[in-house]
């Protein structure tokens, strides 16, 4: 069975561009997270998509968004990129969420996003 | 808010050697603790977790035990190995939020 998939593996920016990240969660997976990890400041939690809806966000900045669509894929959008943005991204897909139960999370490859 | 402490890194160890990694923690309500590892160049997989005080998780040798009295969950290895080398991410999740609050990580080096 694949894993959680992520594309690009590597992507340069400069600063002020927009980036586009890509997130498939592990089949039968209805929840997709995303998280940061910048040097320095360890893993951040950014996101947290089921059934296409935002169920949670992190204390991160507007210019980070993301949807998630109807196969349960997602993209996470940075604009207006800061050289601070430069970091590793991952995303993590689990059978859905709930309140009251904790499904494990799969964490994906990453994808490395440097801001020059 | 939720947060999680855990030792400054590197750990350096000789194989067979035995590993303890520090892991503290505060939050509201019961969270569930995990221990996650990072091998070089890869994504992040559950070594072990515990879902509430007393419960003991292991794999693959590691160990560690929810202490909701000391708040803690320390993780513990009897014999190391090379392959073992990696960065370790002691973590917990309130349920409700689905979130994940992770600690600082914790690199491993085990030499021959």
């Known amino acids: 069975e694949a894993g959680v998939t992520q594309s690009p593996t590597h992507l340069i920016k400069t600063r002020g561009q927009q980036v586009t990240l890509r997130c498939s969660p592990i089949?039968?997976?209805?929840?997709v997270y995303w998280y940061q990890q910048a040097l320095g400041l360890g893993l951040q939690f950014l996101l947290w998509?089921?059934?296409?809806?935002?169920?949670n966000r992190g204390n991160f900045p507007p210019r980070f968004s993301g949807r998630q669509f109807p196969n349960y894929s997602s993209e996470l959008n940075v604009n207006a990129l800061e050289l601070e943005d430069s970091a590793l991204y991952l995303c993590?897909?689990?059978?859905?969420?709930?309140?009251?139960?904790?499904?494990?999370?799969?964490f994906g490859p990453g994808t490395r996003l440097t801001v020059l | 808010g939720d947060s999680v402490t855990q030792m400054e890194g590197p750990v350096t160890l000789s194989e067979e050697a035995f590993l303890t990694i520090n892991c503290t923690y505060t939050?509201?309500?019961?969270?569930?603790l995990f221990w996650y590892v990072q091998y070089p160049g890869e994504g992040l997989q559950l070594l072990l977790k515990?879902?509430?005080?007393?419960d003991k998780g292991s794999n693959k040798g590691f160990e560690a035990t929810y202490r909701k009295e000391t708040t803690s969950f320390h993780l513990e290895k009897g014999s190391v190995q090379v392959s073992d080398s990696a960065v370790y991410f002691c973590?917990?999740?309130?349920?409700?939020?689905?979130?994940?609050?992770f600690g600082t990580g914790t690199r491993l080096l085990v030499s021959p």
């Open positions: 993590a897909s689990s059978l859905v969420g709930s309140a009251s139960s904790y499904n494990e999370q799969f």
């Open positions: 515990a879902t509430k005080a007393d």
């Open positions: 998509y089921d059934e296409g809806e935002e169920r």
């Open positions: 939050a509201t309500g019961y969270p569930s």
């Open positions: 089949s039968g997976h209805t929840s």
């Open positions: 973590a917990l999740l309130n349920t409700g939020f689905q979130k994940l609050v």
